[in-house]
């Protein structure tokens, strides 16, 4: 039963794939899992709906587009700081599976060369699985994130190797020499891929990317064009079309247009995705299941706890914390479509039998369905297993003596700001002009070293890291600011230093008002709002006196608006106080303040922050005024700031010389450096008592200020 038009086909194909969807989400089902499904239902083993070969290229195309937005988040400086650990680790494990892989074999009896294949198919991991879920959780960008992606690509090189090495052992006689020209080639020509990547990326694609900017529409197609170009140059030289989409999509990260590029293709990536999952349940030939169910069953835990447990070993012996170890391992809890590409290369070749061919088409079924729930729910899995990895976490590694030692005898903290893009970066430069001692946490390795360099200390870290809290001097911090761009990442920041019994305050940053409202319920102490905040700044600068009075005048005078900032040596002062025409030569002709406009103001008026001062004078007049606004009050941080602020009772005994004495009779404030908030007498609660209010015997003095003021009263 199918179609003979391709038309009708795909009809069916997303009728059926709606349907399905719309199950599955109903039963709380991964999509990846009931698209897989779709293609089991319309391919050869069940209803023979669909001819691969129609939806093969939308596949591909979902695929490249996939790998391509995966490359436009990783800049070169990023894969520098990955690419040791993606190496080591996607080395170790192919090594580690495919040796146990094929000693299992052969211990269930199974022949040799049918045991080197199942080794080889048990040890590579879908690159398209793992990257589309972890796209959907929002982890692609996270530590444990680009490091799956480093050895997933490193697999990925590794597979082609093997597809040459397998081809050449089934052409028979010259075999040997073929397979080791083979894979010079690959490395030869994979040293002149990259050459040509770097020469393109630094001569090419700036200039033809700022004429194409000018349109969107052009910039998308362009994107489209260049990643299924570089995917089919690839694919030539005898690359996978995944890794050449993937080097397009690199040599376009350091560019500006790379979110703008990416989050247009996103949408289209989804919908060209159900193809390929599509096709790869349609690759699933059910009727060679057989009597292999027992073995496949042995190979499935070998892939769902082994590798998994290989991977934890090596980035615990580099370093890693038991949480990104862990996260990252469960990547390889699966095998990919390669596998079953290669195993019906087997078959075709005469290498391996059918049922064997049967036994990793059940490997993939199983493993491919119990590893997405697992990545699905890593953090509820990780929580659960956490007592039993710390195993697997190396306790003297010498990074983590830095990073410990790193803040002893720093003086107390002020903020720990998670996240250093724009928006962190600016508050920490911010802090650091009001002279308030900082610590950066990140993992973008060019944002550490900038921070490193104007001396501040910076920590290379994921903020969902449990484990990270252990490496910060939280326990002399006042606040701790989540300043990441998404809302998981700072609901699992706010969770962690709950857990953590963090005493400071917590802020998070708030893309919208809902996030804002998770994030108050969920118990931050304060909630920034970011683009709120730019709104209003916005409307203060469109409703500015500047854009009022007119800007040609028969005098060679010129506009221009000054902004306040709160440390200003102006704010506070009144206009006549301000030497500003005497000095620079300009003059005040108005002020914009909350959305109103004050023209001509009186000597007597007074600035404040955030006020928007309009002047008028000559160009080097303005740039006198400008800079003279921007000078800032000298802050001399207070070492009284260093103590611990404290609220605390103390009962005054009958026999104390303050009985009878009114609170303003006692100077508290003048003389001990406090103030008395409240009274606590008997069954009444005085709240702010005024300054006539006479003290009792058994009164509870409500008590605030810094630890050692409180601690030298005496009543």
């Given amino acids: 039963m199918g179609f003979e038009n391709t038309f009708y086909e795909i009809t069916a194909i997303l009728l059926l794939a709606v349907a399905l969807g719309a199950v599955g989400i109903k039963l709380r089902q991964p999509l990846i899992l009931t698209f897989i499904t779709v293609g089991v239902l319309v391919g050869p083993s069940c209803l023979k709906l669909v001819k691969i070969d129609d939806i093969k290229l939308l596949a591909e195309m979902g695929v490249a587009l996939l790998l391509f937005i995966v490359g436009l988040k990783l800049d070169i400086f990023m894969i520098r700081a990955i690419g040791p650990v993606a190496l080591i680790t996607g080395l170790g494990q192919v090594a580690f599976t495919s040796i146990f892989g094929f000693f299992i074999a052969l211990a269930l009896g199974i022949p040799i060369v049918d045991s080197i294949y199942i080794a080889v198919t048990l040890t590579f991991s879908s690159t398209i699985i793992i990257v589309k879920l972890l796209s959907d959780k929002k982890e692609i960008d996270s530590l444990h994130g680009r490091i799956i992606v480093g050895f997933l690509i490193v697999q990925d090189i590794i597979a082609i190797i093997i597809m040459i090495a397998l081809s050449a052992f089934g052409a028979g006689g010259n075999g040997k020499e073929s397979a080791i020209i083979g894979i010079v080639l690959v490395i030869g020509k994979g040293i002149l891929l990259l050459g040509a990547t770097w020469m393109i990326m630094k001569f090419v694609l700036p200039s033809i990317l700022k004429q194409l ?44 247009y790379r979110d703008s590029i990416g989050s247009r293709l996103v949408s289209l990536r989804d919908f060209l995705l159900l193809f390929f999952f599509i096709e ?11 009597n292999e169910i027992t073995n496949s069953a042995i190979f499935s835990l070998f892939v769902l706890v082994g590798n998994p447990l290989i991977v934890m070993v090596i980035m615990g012996v580099m370093g890693y914390r038991k949480r990104t170890g862990f996260l990252a391992g469960l990547a390889v809890a699966q095998i990919s479509e390669f596998s079953l590409i290669l195993a019906s290369l087997g078959v075709s070749l ?57 803040f002893e005898g720093t ?38 070293e900038y921070w490193r360099k104007q001396g501040v200390p910076v920590l290379y870290g994921d903020a969902e890291d449990p484990e990270i809290l252990e490496r910060l001097p939280v326990t002399r911090t006042r606040w701790v600011l989540g300043a990441m761009p998404d809302r998981q990442s700072n609901l699992s920041l706010l969770s962690v230093l709950k857990r953590y019994g963090f005493q400071g305050k917590i802020a998070l940053g708030a893309r919208n008002q809902q996030d804002a409202d998770e994030f108050e319920k969920a118990g931050a102490d304060l909630v920034l709002r970011p683009f709120v905040d730019a709104a209003e700044q916005a409307a203060d600068s469109l409703t500015a006196a500047t854009h009022t009075i007119p800007d040609k005048t028969r005098w060679h005078l010129k506009l221009k608006e000054v902004r306040l900032e709160a440390d200003s040596l102006c704010c506070g002062k009144t206009i006549g106080e301000i030497p500003l025409r005497s000095e620079t030569g300009a003059s005040i002709l108005a002020v914009s303040r909350g959305g109103k406009n004050y023209f001509d103001p009186e000597p007597a008026f007074r600035l404040f922050p955030g006020d928007r001062v309009a ?22 941080r207070d070492e009284r700031e260093e103590e611990e602020f404290t609220i605390t009772a103390i009962e005054v005994p009958p026999d104390s010389s303050w009985v009878g004495q009114t609170l303003g009779g006692l100077n508290f ?43 030298r009263l005496s009543p």
């Avoid at 928006?423 to 550490?448: C, M, S, T, W």
Wanted: net charge neutral; charged share 20%; with cysteine.
């Fill in 213 to 256: 900017a000018r349109s969107q529409e052009l910039l998308v197609l362009f994107s489209v064009t260049w990643a299924v170009l570089a995917a089919a140059a690839c694919d030539r030289l005898g690359f996978s079309k995944e890794m050449g989409a993937f080097l397009a999509g690199v040599s376009l990260a350091s560019t500006p």
């Fill in 350 to 406: 005469g290498h391996i039998s059918r049922n064997t061919m049967g036994l990793i088409t059940i490997v993939g079924l199983v493993t491919i369905g119990l590893s997405s729930y697992m990545i699905l729910y890593s953090t509820e899995l990780y929580n659960f297993l956490a007592p039993l990895l710390s195993v697997f976490e190396k306790k003297t590694v010498p990074s983590r003596k830095l990073d410990t030692q790193r």
């Fill in 411 to 448: 003086p107390l903290i002020d903020v720990i700001i998670f996240g250093l893009g724009n928006y962190g970066a600016n508050i920490a430069r911010k802090l650091l002009e009001r002279k308030k001692h900082i610590v950066g946490v990140d993992f973008d390795p060019q944002a550490l």
């Fill in 280 to 290: 790869l349940g349609s690759y699933l030939d059910l009727s060679l299941i057989g």
């Fill in 669 to 711: 404030r003048s003389d001990y450096g406090v103030t008395v908030i409240g009274i606590q007498r008997e069954d009444q609660q005085i709240n702010a008592p005024s300054a006539k209010e006479m003290i009792m015997a058994g009164d509870r003095l409500i008590i605030a200020g810094n630890k050692s003021s409180v601690e």
């Fill in 615 to 636: 002047l008028l004078g000559e160009e080097k007049s303005l740039e006198l005024a400008s800079e003279y606004f921007k000078r800032r009050e000298p802050v001399e």
